[in-house]
């Protein structure tokens, strides 16, 4: 078992930067790629980015491309999604999540674990 906590949510205004975080615990020895996805209210749980156990493949949503980063600190066992020019309509919950294996996973269905979720909420 692999428990996610994600911190770093809050209120901000339209065009400002949030860096989440998500501490990993437990059977964080397995091999995990890690991934970011975000849920509105009355919409399916929508993929963000997604960085592989090695870490050098990321992927993206095409609405956070070029704004939104991914990162991981393994020693640490933290994951990091650093979010740039902040747009209302990336408003939303916001969960980290685990999927056993090397492969960057862009599915819902794929991941094995996740985080309770954090509200980020931008302002216009």
């Known amino acids: 078992q692999v428990q996610l906590e994600e911190s770093g949510g809050g209120l901000v205004q339209a065009g400002e930067s949030l860096r989440l975080s998500c501490r990993a615990s437990?059977?964080?020895?397995?091999?995990?790629?890690m991934g970011w996805f975000r849920q509105v209210p009355g919409k399916d749980r929508e993929f963000v980015t997604a960085?592989?156990?090695?870490?050098?493949?990321?992927y993206y949503a095409d609405a956070v491309k070029g704004r939104f980063g991914i990162s991981k600190d393994d020693y640490k066992n933290m994951l990091y999604l650093q979010m740039n020019s902040l747009k209302p309509e990336d408003t939303a919950v916001y969960y980290c999540a685990a999927s056993r294996g090397y492969i960057a996973r862009r599915v819902v269905a794929e991941y094995d674990y996740w985080g309770q979720g954090i509200q980020v909420t931008v302002s216009s």
């Open positions: 437990g059977r964080t020895s397995e091999d995990y790629s």
């Open positions: 960085i592989s156990y090695v870490g050098g493949s990321k």
